[in-house]
Nanobody, 120 residues
Framework: QVQLVESGGGLVQAGGSLRLACAIS????????MAWYRRVPGKEREGVASIYNSGSTDYADSAKGRFTISMDNAKSTVYLQMTSLRPEDTADYYCTGKVYTWREGSRYYWGQGTQVSVSS
């Protein structure tokens, strides 16, 4: 069983920074890609950033230049460094991973989310 657990959310003033972390645990898994999404109540979920096995990354336009996604393979942890935060970045942030296990093959797993609040 693969589990994703996010941490690092909190309250920050506009212009500040936060680093979210998503720890992946389990046995016999291989990560193909990881991503961060966010959701504001009443709005659709939005993709924020993705990172692939190749090391390549993708960012939503709203995140470009301010957010950085990275992965520490040794720690099986993916990070989202967020800088120059804005009130509109306030949301619940979720990590997801496309993970292969011998038991279930390749599928997506989701964390439980972490809340980010940016005050003006």
């Amino acid at each position: 069983q693969v589990q994703l657990v996010e941490s690092g959310g909190g309250l920050v003033q506009a212009g500040g920074s936060l680093r979210l972390a998503c720890a992946i645990s389990g046995t016999g898994f291989r990560v193909n890609s990881m991503a961060w999404y966010r959701r504001v109540p009443g709005k659709e979920r939005e993709g924020v950033a993705s990172i692939y096995n190749s090391g390549s990354t993708d960012y939503a336009d709203s995140a470009k230049g301010r957010f950085t996604i990275s992965m520490d393979n040794a720690k099986s942890t993916v990070y989202l460094q967020m800088t120059s935060l804005r009130p509109e970045d306030t949301a619940d942030y979720y990590c997801t991973g496309k993970v292969y296990t011998w038991r279930e093959g390749s599928r997506y797993y989701w964390g439980q989310g972490t809340q980010v609040s940016v005050s003006s």
